[in-house]
């Protein structure tokens, strides 16, 4: 018979220290899809969904879509929106037949003004309804901060392995399998988690070098080890002020064994004892800027990405640091993404595409990191800000920028929009008429996840600490309740 699977995407990274509450129109802005909208926008994609809709007729699934919600990172989720997100899996879960298995896609360093452990609330609420037995897999964003109450009521958890995120489709497969073999009395998968007294770690994810390269090898050898289902290593979300934020690693094996225990602790150990390890070194614009200005023969640009307004972090993408700094040096033949400030987009509508006009831009979410930069400026194009991703990330899904323009400040075209995102791929540009291949400079406003699209055209990367809201200087925010002491703030940590 037909196994009954429930499944869905609640995604949110929270950066606690923004002053932008995360409403259910933050989710619509980028996706909020109920039930039946859920298939016709993810099958084809490479995303978890996309993997889930692609395996179900394969394994003879009948699946039960309760919701797909995604916003771009940003502060505190308000009790409403959870109680709506929430709310649909649990109904899901309770409605119309018997459940035999739940695959869903989660972040994990969800902060709701109700709950700091957003998805652990959620899944000891699903356990407590579906009972002992249901297995309940979930996979995570690298970035995850993972709880006791996660590990303990999920059957599997399953970590994205790269940053740039480019295996969601995989880690659902392998997500969905685990609940397959499950479902068939092949095994009983139980999950555990390790942390260490750091909110920091991992070389902030990055899988490319550095620390992560021998823990993933280290993760793929014991996940060929009989009973052991799924090693996940999750670098942690600093910004999001709950207790047990930061680096961890769960283990899943088949019923409850210690050897999974000692694998998190042991694999923990090794996040400890490299937690300081840094292999990208952050940048003062003015170094970044000396090296712009320095004359190059090469074809390509120089791609420069400011992660601490990095949106994919919370940032507010409206600060002016690195754009001012771009302007101040002079630059001509560069581009830059994006400003997030509707208000400048609609000012840029009323002077009218072809034309000129004086523009405030940037600056207006939070003084502190900066004022508006005002100046006379070309509006070079207007438009719905719409387009299809089709870099290494997200491919296939549709991104929605809000009303968009491409605004010519100087030398610079600056792709301003309405909602808020991470320049993760090149639509960004080319969807508002700019090649970034033929610019000398590219600015943008992104931690690591722009390699995958732009690292191939770049002849070099820098990323610049502009001084914005996602500072890596973790001593400059207030902490209320991460647990304490932690590495890097107290010394005796
Ligand atoms: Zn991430």
């Known amino acids: 018979m037909s196994k009954r699977v429930l499944i869905a995407q609640i995604m949110h990274e929270t950066n606690t220290f923004s002053r932008l509450k995360t409403d259910l129109d933050a989710y619509r802005r980028r996706y909020l899809l109920f039930g039946?909208?859920?298939?016709?926008?993810?099958r084809g994609t490479r995303t978890e969904l996309g993997a889930l809709f692609d395996l179900a007729p394969r394994f003879g699934w009948t699946l039960i879509p309760a919701v797909a919600a995604n916003a771009t990172p940003s502060g505190t989720v308000t009790a409403e929106t959870w109680e709506r997100l929430s709310g649909a899996v649990i109904d899901g879960a309770g409605a119309s037949g018997p459940i035999d298995g739940v695959v869903l896609a989660l972040h994990g360093a969800m902060v709701t003004e109700t709950a700091d452990d957003a998805e652990g609330e959620l899944l000891a609420h699903?356990?407590?309804?579906?009972?002992p037995d249901v297995p309940i897999a979930i996979t995570l964003d690298l970035h995850a901060n993972?709880?006791?109450?996660?590990?303990?009521?999920a059957s599997a958890i399953v970590a994205y392995r790269t940053y740039p995120h480019i295996d969601q489709y995989e880690r659902a497969s392998q997500a969905a399998e685990l609940v397959r073999r499950a479902m068939a009395g092949e095994i009983k998968p139980r999950c555990t988690v390790a942390r260490r007294p750091t909110v920091d770690g991992a070389n902030s994810g990055i899988t490319q070098d550095g620390p992560m390269v021998a823990l993933l090898a280290q993760a793929d050898r014991h996940?060929?080890?009989p009973n052991?289902?799924?090693?996940?290593?999750?670098?942690g979300f600093a910004w999001s002020d709950m207790a047990d934020a930061g680096p961890s690693v769960a283990v899943t094996t088949d019923g409850n064994n210690p050897h999974g225990r000692a694998i998190a602790e042991d694999m923990m150990d090794r996040i400890w004892a490299t937690r300081a390890e840094r292999t990208v070194r952050l940048l003062s614009l003015d170094e970044a800027m000396a090296m712009a200005r320095r004359p190059d023969n090469s074809s390509k640009p120089l791609v420069i990405?400011?992660?601490?307004d990095n949106p994919g972090c919370g940032g507010y993408g409206d600060t002016t640091g690195l754009l001012r700094a771009m302007l101040d040096a002079g630059l001509t033949n560069a581009c830059f993404a994006p400003i997030c400030d509707g208000d400048a987009v609609e000012a840029g509508r009323r002077i009218g595409q072809g034309r000129r006009g004086r523009i405030r831009l940037g600056g207006k979410i939070d003084p502190a990191f900066g004022a508006p930069i005002e100046m006379e400026g070309l509006v070079v194009s207007l438009g719905d800000g719409k387009f299809i991703h089709d870099g290494p990330m997200h491919k296939g899904t549709v991104?929605?920028?809000?009303p968009s323009m491409t605004l010519r400040f100087a030398g610079i075209d600056v792709v301003v929009t309405t909602n808020r995102l991470q320049a993760t791929d090149r639509q960004v540009f080319l969807s508002q008429g700019i090649d970034p291949k033929t610019k000398s400079v590219i600015g943008l406003k992104s931690s690591h996840h722009f390699r995958a699209a732009y690292q191939p055209i770049a002849r070099e990367v820098l990323v610049v600490d502009s001084?914005?809201?996602?500072?890596?200087?973790l001593g400059r925010f207030t902490y209320r309740k991460l647990r304490r002491p932690v590495w890097p703030l107290d010394p005796s940590a």
């Open 467 to 473: 001084g914005s809201l996602c500072s890596h200087d």
């Open 146 to 153: 993972v709880t006791d109450e996660m590990a303990a009521n």
């Open 36 to 42: 039946t909208e859920i298939e016709p926008y993810f």
């Open 126 to 131: 699903l356990r407590a309804v579906l009972g």
């Open 228 to 235: 052991v289902l799924a090693v996940s290593i999750h670098a």
């Open 223 to 225: 996940e060929a080890e």
């Open 399 to 402: 991104m929605n920028m809000g």
């Open 305 to 308: 990405a400011d992660t601490t």
